[in-house]
């Protein structure tokens, strides 16, 4: 049974932090998705990780992917305020996608104080 | 605009009063799914479909229904609500991944329902 494990699950750094979110996978998968909730929201897709080494970034955000250690990372440079959300690492529940679902982690509350 | 769009965003009922949720969305994906969301438990798969007239069941698939008659439109039908389906539903959809495509999933803006 695939499971997503993020950790920590509450962030409350200052602001101009740098700081690491972590998402652990337990089964082989080539891809890894991150999404963004802010409150009342809707889930808006980040980054999609399509390989192994793969990197992106965003402005503050940067995601990565080793798919031997079976770990993402979402890299969090000098926060600031409007990074506040809630932060989602999801799994294809099989390898290479095809059957369509993802696994979802519990979500990584950010709080960035002033 | 590419979106998937749920009806309605806000709902209070009673407990037993039927109720459907649409879901529809103009990508022309394969794949759509519902999930409901509740504090502390994360995002919990109800029920899932791969193409027209196929569906099953995801983790938590007790006391709903869905059907996909129609490759845009994902229904989800509480025949007899209860207090305990009190939570907020997504709809998402995604292409089955092919050669070209890989299986983001795109979420509708959500439904509140409430069960009184």
């Known amino acids: 049974e695939l499971k997503v494990e993020q950790n920590p699950l509450f962030l409350s750094m200052q602001e101009g932090k740098n700081y690491t979110i972590y998402c652990n996978y337990s089964t082989t998968s080539d891809r890894l998705y991150w999404y963004r909730q802010d409150p009342g929201k809707s889930l808006e897709s980040l980054f999609v990780?399509?390989?192994?080494?793969a990197v992106k970034q965003e402005g503050r955000l940067m995601a990565s992917l080793d798919t031997k250690a079976r770990l993402s990372t979402l890299h969090i440079t000098a926060a600031v305020h409007d990074l506040s959300a809630t932060y989602f690492c999801?799994?294809?529940?099989?390898?290479?996608?095809?059957?369509?679902?993802?696994?979802f982690g519990k979500g990584t509350k950010l709080s960035v104080k002033p | 605009e590419a979106q998937v769009t749920q009806n309605p965003r806000y709902l209070i009922t009673v407990t037993g009063k039927k109720l459907t949720v649409t879901c529809s969305q103009n990508m022309n994906h394969e794949y759509m799914s519902w999930y409901r969301q509740d504090p502390g438990l994360g995002l919990r798969q109800i029920y899932y479909s791969m193409n027209v007239e196929v569906t099953d069941k995801g983790d938590v698939p007790e006391g709903y229904k869905v059907s996909r008659k129609e490759k845009r439109n994902f229904p989800l039908i509480l025949e007899s609500p209860s207090p305990n389906q009190t939570s907020l539903y997504f709809c998402?959809?995604?292409?089955?991944?092919?050669?070209?495509?890989?299986?983001?999933?795109?979420f509708g803006p959500g439904t509140r329902l409430t069960v009184l």
């Open positions: 998402a959809s995604s292409p089955i991944p092919g050669s070209s495509s890989y299986n983001e999933q795109f």
């Open positions: 990780l399509l390989s192994n080494g």
């Open positions: 999801a799994a294809p529940l099989n390898y290479g996608g095809s059957q369509g679902n993802l696994i």
